[in-house]
């Protein structure tokens, strides 16, 4: 197992993907894949979809060995949710 080496503060980051994620990488991905990982190399642009973090990074790293990924659950504002919340707004 290679050992991969970060170059970006989690902030940058975050920033990064999210602006990629935004200008063009959202409208090619949604359709079709609501609740699916898209992992983003954040340097090139590249990006892969799978049903899982794992295997979203593994295949973009498989295109891109020196990737610097970025992950989101398509249609979602974070990959993981932590705790039970009801989306529901009550009067």
Known sequence: MT??????????LAQRG???????IRQQVEAGNNGKIVAIDIETGAFEVDE???????RLFDRQPDAQPWTLRVGHNAVYHFG???LNKHS
């Open 3 to 12: 050992a991969r080496q970060r170059r970006y503060s989690k902030e940058e």
């Open 52 to 58: 899982t973090v794992m295997g979203a990074t593994d």
């Open 84 to 86: 039970s919340r009801s």
């Open 18 to 24: 999210q602006a990629l994620y935004e200008s063009g």
